[in-house]
């Protein structure tokens, strides 16, 4: 079919991308004009030496473009379309008299060509990384936003920041000391608060790939229209702010902890340390336009050993069938799982129960990451003609009776109220079978299990089990009582309380357990701990089979979090305090008296061959291993089980296999999931 004169001429303006090479990127060149005139660039082929920035932004609506040009030869231009938010983007970066160098990816990548796509897309962490500087577009000034970058600004000036501890140190006497202290003068600065809170409101923080284009920045700023902060200035700030909002300052009157989540979680993932799990379930919520892109957008940041190609011509089941096999295959645990939850409502794509669906966030947080299968391998087989992926577990318990669950952001009345209706009967005569009353098992249910005797004291202040029972009574008899003291415990515990039971309900099973489960659990539902679990899981027959089952989600099953299923009730006076390691992340150690170890008591000697030694890091990427548990400082390294015959550590301990387990008389089986 022959175009029209019109349509030749249109296509004969338009920009035609010259094929990139495959280890090529391509950059731009913003040409120098006066503001809001045409804006006209150069586009040429790079191998990364050219010093260049990169602009992470909101691409905005495709609907009713704008017009760019790019200059050819002979000082012509061509015509190329990009979105109005990009367009005001690029009159805002040009320079009056000199030429701008930059990466923006929807005019360096050719998006009508999904090969080159999936090139560049994978590259994209890199790209970033190597930029001279990453310029962080919030968009144009509007609301105010002057005020609140001077703001922010400000109370970064009066701060220090402390990434390893996560501790915020406000400089006495200063702007910032004087709003912490003088409660009337912090309600005065309500215009700076407001103008922070639109700020925070604005589409950038919701957009799932800035987390990379942030994360790989060597060095950032933040811009709203002719204003900026250095990104390290934002962060300290917006920390404060969120602190102090946790501690409902009367900056919580003006923005809320919905307000500031968005940008704490990018923060949060840009400084610390984040296992793949928890990336996964920090960007869940954020947007992107392919559901691909749930996992490419993120591509960059997980572990090596499941990074996947990205491929724009794969179907969406495809890419997240393979990206959960790769996570399985690689770190030989089912942590994975923890994020497949039964959604009440359907969805349009086809995928195994074991495969989380990752273009709808889940209702509830992923739960703490216990070991209720201990230091344990998990042992998969998969079937790939069937889909099917079998894992090796023990059945705990079987579902008798769920309650109605909680509604995410309902009032702490309400929110009282419906817990009252979970009690379980005999709550303050029975007692639990791990040794405990029902009534402390209750408590410590609805927190998620994470007192002061499992948290320990390194990742702050939780309360103890007494102090949940007492606030517990305190509360439902509608008691007040402003001793500090009272007050501290009843904090902790309403905020905890609200995390671990919205969108979630209470269950009880045929041997007495009781814990929190995903609202679509139902009686009959059968709860397993598989190896290489974290937590254990709920499953559900298949419709018509005695043989095959759907994952439901991960649950909190009360007494069965650290390896009880299999090795049965820890000896009496032990605990089990999780603790800060030497590489920031977190161990699971046994304490009895003044001892602390990682090594399961309950475990027994090391088969022949096997010892014991520690890694400065959890990846055990350290080359140096040690026969000491704690270094000099007396922090603890990770526990690694030595096999002396290939000398070569493993994270997973020898005693914890099928095999090692049936020895103990621990009779396992395949759960067939579909």
């Known amino acids: 079919m022959k175009l029209s004169r019109r349509g ?21 060149s913003l040409m120098p004009g006066p503001p809001y005139s045409r804006i006209k660039i ?38 190329l379309n990009v979105t109005q938010n990009l367009l005001v983007a690029l009159n805002h970066l040009r320079h009056p008299t000199n030429s701008r160098i ?32 990453v310029i962080v577009w919030l968009g144009p000034e509007a609301d105010n936003s002057s005020l609140a970058i001077e703001t922010l600004s400000r109370i970064s000036c009066d701060t220090q920041m402390d990434y390893q501890k996560w501790r915020i140190g406000v400089e006495p006497g200063s702007w910032t000391w004087d709003l912490e202290q003088n409660q009337n003068k912090c309600r ?71 307000d500031i989540r968005p940008a704490c979680r990018i923060i949060i993932e840009r400084e610390k340390f984040s296992s793949d799990i928890t990336l996964l379930e920090l960007t869940k919520t954020s947007h992107c336009r392919d559901p691909r892109d ?86 998969t087989k998969y079937n790939e003609s069937y889909s099917i992926l079998d894992v090796h577990g023990i059945l705990t318990a079987t579902i008798i009776k769920v309650t109605s669950s909680i509604p995410d952001g309902i009032q702490s009345s309400e929110l009282l109220a ?24 209750f408590v ?109 989600g991960e649950c909190y099953l009360h007494g069965m979090m650290h390896g009880e299923a299999f090795l049965g009730r820890l000896p009496v006076g032990w605990g089990v305090p999780i603790k800060h390691g030497v590489d920031g992340s977190f161990r699971h150690t046994y304490t009895h008296g003044n001892a602390v170890m990682q090594d399961d008591p309950r475990l027994g000697p090391l088969p022949e061959k096997w010892i014991l030694r520690y890694s400065g890091n959890s990846d055990l990427s350290d080359e140096d291993f040690y026969d000491e548990e704690l270094n000099a400082e007396g922090e603890i390294r990770l526990l690694v089980f030595w096999d002396t015959d290939t000398n070569e550590g493993s994270r997973f301990d020898p005693r914890l296999t099928s095999a090692a387990l049936r020895e103990r008389g621990v009779s396992l089986t395949y759960f067939h999931l579909v």
Not at 200 to 228: C, D, M, P, S
Not at 418 to 441: C, M, N, Q, V
Request: net charge neutral; charged share 20%; with cysteine.
């Open 8 to 28: 030749n001429q249109k296509a004969s303006r338009s920009y035609i991308y010259k094929p990139l090479g495959m280890n090529g990127i391509r950059l731009l």
């Open 42 to 79: 150069k586009i040429f082929h790079s191998n990364e030496t050219r010093k260049y920035e990169a602009l992470s932004y909101v691409w905005g609506s495709t609907d009713d473009p704008g017009t760019i040009y790019v200059r050819k030869r002979q000082r012509s231009y061509k015509n």
């Open 102 to 133: 930059l990466w923006i990816d929807a005019i360096c990548i050719n998006q009508e060509d999904d090969a080159e796509k999936s090139i560049q897309v994978a590259r994209m962490g890199e790209i970033f990384a190597k930029a001279a500087q």
């Open 188 to 258: 005065s600065e309500r215009a700076r608060w407001n103008a922070i809170k639109d700020l925070l409101n604005r589409e950038y923080f919701t957009r799932l790939w800035i987390n990379q284009e942030i994360r790989h920045a060597t060095e950032a700023v933040v811009r709203a229209g002719e204003y900026r902060v250095p990104w390290v200035y934002f962060a300290a700030a917006i920390l404060w702010i969120h602190l102090r909002a946790l501690l409902s300052s009367p900056i919580s009157d003006y923005i809320s902890l919905q």
């Open 294 to 379: 749930r996992i490419y957008a993120i591509n960059s940041l997980l572990s090596p050993g499941i990074r996947i190609q990205p491929d724009y011509l794969k179907r969406v089941e495809d890419t997240y069938k393979a990206f959960t096999l790769g996570y399985i295959n690689r770190h030989k645990d089912l942590g994975i799982l923890g994020l497949c939850e039964m959604k009440v409502s359907p969805s349009n794509l086809q995928l195994p129960s074991w495969v989380p669906n990752f273009s709808v966030p889940n209702l509830t947080s992923l739960l703490f990451r216990y070991r209720s299968s201990g230091p344990s391998s998990s042992e």
């Open 418 to 441: 419906l817990i009252r209706l979970w009690e379980p009967p005999g709550l303050f005569t029975k007692a639990y079978w791990d040794g405990a009353s029902l009534f402390e098992a």
């Open 444 to 552: 410590s249910t609805l927190i998620g299990g994470q007192t002061e005797g499992v948290m320990g004291e390194d990742f702050g202040d939780f309360p103890s089990v007494d102090e949940c029972t007492s606030v517990y009574m305190r509360l439902m008899r509608d008691e007040e009582n402003d001793a500090s003291e009272n007050l501290r415990a009843k904090t902790l515990f309403l905020l905890l309380l609200r995390r671990w039971t919205s969108g979630r309900a209470f269950f009880t099973t045929d041997n007495g357990y009781i814990g929190l489960c995903p609202v679509a659990s139902q009686p009959g539902d059968q709860v397993i701990v598989a190896l290489g679990a974290d937590n254990p899981l709920i499953l559900r027959l298949a419709n018509g089979s005695e043989h095959y089952h759907q994952v439901v």
